[in-house]
């Protein structure tokens, strides 16, 4: 078999594999490398870990994948970005999240589907297929915004 027949038996291999597993976060993002909210299919959020207690998972923002001007961003600087931001989407809350009336005596400060912004190292770090999430305390959203690119981030 040459390498160009073997390529191609790899590629139908892998093509089979991801229509088993179904959508991936990565197929999230539109073409600019932002994260589109409406192409978050529901079996990638069943994949996201379900918080306990008081906790809220968060998908940080990664940013584009050009500048303004027009200069591609490093995969490496992508991620870092998406380390080091203080702003993200909320995919999950817990089921005790703002349910404590005293320290939440106004309701939620956030719900599902909120970009929101967050102490720049808060919360924990989990690694799942394609990104990153962080699980909050529900105290720690500093406040919710309309557009993450309202936030300087690189």
């Known amino acids: 078999m040459s390498a160009t027949e073997a390529l191609t ?4 291999k892998w093509k089979e594999e991801k229509e088993e597993r179904g959508p991936e ?26 918080p306990t207690g008081w906790r809220i998972t968060v998908l940080p923002y990664m ?29 999950k809350m817990g089921d005790l999240a703002y349910a404590d009336q005293s320290k939440f005596p106004k309701g ?23 990104g990153e999430i962080r699980v909050l305390n529900d105290d720690e959203i500093l406040a919710v915004v309309n557009d993450p690119e309202d936030i300087l981030h690189m």
């Open 9 to 12: 038996v790899l590629e139908k």
């Open 25 to 50: 976060l990565a197929d999230s993002y539109a073409d600019s490398g932002v994260l589109d909210p409406k192409a978050l299919h529901e079996k990638v959020r069943d994949r996201v870990p379900q």
């Open 63 to 91: 940013g584009r994948e050009k500048s303004k001007g027009g200069i591609a961003f490093s995969d490496q600087t992508r991620q870092l970005n998406q380390l080091t931001t203080s702003c993200g989407y909320v995919l």
């Open 108 to 130: 939620p400060w956030c719900k599902e589907g909120d970009w929101v912004v967050f102490a720049r190292y808060g919360g924990s770090r989990l690694n799942i297929e394609g």
